[in-house]
């Protein structure tokens, strides 16, 4: 199986500030069709999780520009800028280029 | 709008089998592929498997030889039975559509928490 290894665990930001979010797999993400299925979620609190960004940098839809996705084969981030309240929660990457489909272990936002 | 709701116990005994059903709005499940995924207490998800438009399914290894995956096209729903559960069963378990083109899973149900005790 892919791991995919998160970091921070947790991590505490101002309104306004800028986080970043690492995440790693133990395997090239690059499909045979030359894809990165690499995509990212958040969970707010008591909701669903939520799709973010798919395909390592591609926004979903209504999803805000302040949210960046990039990386390549096995190292990827996620940035989040200007950061509001709303974007409390845990994020997740993941992974669909090889079955069985994988989970980072989520990393906590909080808000100062 | 593409909209998924699980339904099914909130508790079930050890040995027992758990049922759930996904009924779908909003879209077809004759297309795309729609899955389910776990959630532990604590931050953990899983995924345990999906079936897609065609109706063939994939399955998580981990779990492969206690799942079954199904679904009733007439009633646009899927449905997950996991087999023979114990305590470490006890999650949050949503459905979800997955997509192949973005690879993700695009749109969730509210999810329904599962209990495994006796």
Redesign the interface.
């Known amino acids: 199986d892919v791991v995919m290894t998160q970091t921070p665990v947790s991590m505490s930001v101002s309104l306004g500030g800028q986080v970043s979010i690492s995440c790693r797999s133990s395997q090239s993400l690059v ?1 045979n069709n030359g ?1 990165t ?3 990212w ?1 958040i ?1 707010k609190p008591s909701q ?4 973010l960004i ?2 390592v940098s ?1 926004r ?1 839809s209504g999803i805000s520009d302040r949210f960046s996705g990039s990386g390549s084969g096995t190292d990827f981030t996620l940035k989040i800028s200007r950061v509001e309240p709303d974007d409390l929660g ?1 994020y ?1 990457c ?4 090889q ?5 980072g ?2 990393t ?1 936002l909080e808000i100062k | 709008e593409v909209q998924l709701q699980e339904s099914g116990p909130g508790l079930v005994k050890p040995s027992q089998s758990l049922s759930l059903t996904c009924s779908v709005t909003g879209y077809s499940i004759t297309s795309n592929y729609w ?1 389910w995924i776990r ?1 532990f207490p604590g ?5 345990i498997g999906h079936i897609s438009y065609s109706g063939s399914t ?1 399955y ?3 779990l492969k030889s206690r799942i079954s995956i199904t679904r009733d096209t007439s009633k646009n729903q899927f449905f997950l039975q996991l087999n023979s559960v114990t305590t470490e069963d006890t999650a949050t378990y ?1 459905c ?1 559509r ?1 997509y192949g083109y ?5 749109y ?4 329904v928490m599962v209990t495994v005790s006796s």
Not at chain 1, 48 to 51: C, F, G, R, T, V
């Open positions: 499909h894809n299925y690499l995509s979620y969970q669903s999780p939520q799709l798919y395909k591609n979903f845990v997740y993941g992974q669909g280029t079955y069985p489909l994988t989970f272990s989520g906590k | 899955g959630k931050n953990k998800m899983e995924w994939s998580n290894p981990s949503y979800a997955y973005t690879g993700g899973f695009d969730w149900g509210q999810g």
